[in-house]
């Protein structure tokens, strides 16, 4: 059988985008969203089940998200296999940061966690 790292091996990307469509400023409602593809460079097939997120806003306001799945679904990523979705945030400053991490179950019923390194959530030209 293949050492349990490399066999579950998921790979998360994030593209975050400023909505200045959505957003009023004077009204300090800064709106982003995040473009997530999740890829399994692993060996085995694995499901996301949940999903946990610590969004933080210029104030070090904490937001915790919790909950089944992504986007209405607990997709199953065959080896190889991509997952992608857009979701968005609402932030009281111009500038904050997101993590977190997908809870994952293999086929034989092994569970893990895939990290999502924290990102930016910026309005544009706030940062150097």
Not at 73 to 86: I, K, N
Request: hydrophobic fraction near 40%; charge should be negative; include cysteine.
């Amino acid at each position: 059988m293949p050492d349990k790292n490399q066999a579950c091996s998921i790979k998360v990307a994030v593209e975050p985008k400023y909505l200045p469509e959505h957003s009023d400023p004077e009204q300090n409602h800064f709106v982003f969203a995040y473009y997530i593809n999740i890829h399994n460079a692993g060996q085995i097939a694995a499901q996301l089940i949940s999903r946990h997120w610590l969004i933080v806003d210029a104030n070090d306001n904490v937001q915790e998200v919790r909950g089944l799945g992504v986007v209405g679904c607990q997709p199953l990523l065959e080896p190889g296999a991509h997952f992608e979705y857009s979701s968005s945030c609402v932030l009281t400053t111009p500038v904050g940061v997101m993590r977190g991490s997908y809870q994952m179950v293999t086929m034989d019923g092994s569970q893990f966690e895939a990290t999502i390194a924290e990102f930016t959530l910026a309005m544009p030209h706030v940062l150097h």
